[in-house]
């Protein structure tokens, strides 16, 4: 398994921007996702980048797009998630997840897909 480990959560005011940061111990995998879960729900998707013959490809939950950017250094093993415009609806523990994926499921995954997690980030938006 790959080691994850997600920091830059905090408290935010509504309209406002964190990023999220994912450090891996490598990335030798070609999927990387970002995962939310509020008190009392199931965790969710937020949004996921595949790797394929060195071009990247991002998919978002559809609350998030065009507010998130999912993207990868691979320089620094480091996955990230800048989130703008943020909402309290996007109050949560963040979670970052890698693992290999078939080129052809090329969408936004489910968490079963992932074998790779961190221990989360809380982050929090008032309104």
């Known amino acids: 398994q790959v080691q994850l480990v997600e920091s830059g959560g905090g408290s935010v005011q509504a309209g406002g921007s964190l990023r999220l940061s994912c450090a891996a111990s490598?990335?030798?995998?070609?999927?990387i996702g970002w995962f939310r879960q509020a008190p009392g729900k199931e965790r969710e998707g937020v949004a996921n980048?595949?790797?394929?013959?060195?071009?990247?490809?991002?998919y978002y939950n559809a609350s998030v797009e065009g507010r998130f950017t999912i993207s990868l250094d691979t320089t620094k093993n480091t996955a990230y998630l800048q989130m703008n415009n943020m909402t309290s609806e996007d109050t949560g523990m963040y979670y970052c997840?890698?693992?290999?994926?078939?080129?052809?499921?090329?969408?936004?995954?489910?968490?079963?897909?992932?074998?790779?997690w961190g221990h989360g980030t809380q982050v929090t938006v008032s309104s």
């Open positions: 490598s990335y030798s995998r070609n999927v």
């Open positions: 997840a890698a693992d290999w994926a078939p080129v052809g499921d090329r969408k936004l995954l489910g968490s079963k897909a992932y074998e790779s």
């Open positions: 980048l595949f790797i394929v013959h060195g071009r990247t490809y991002t």
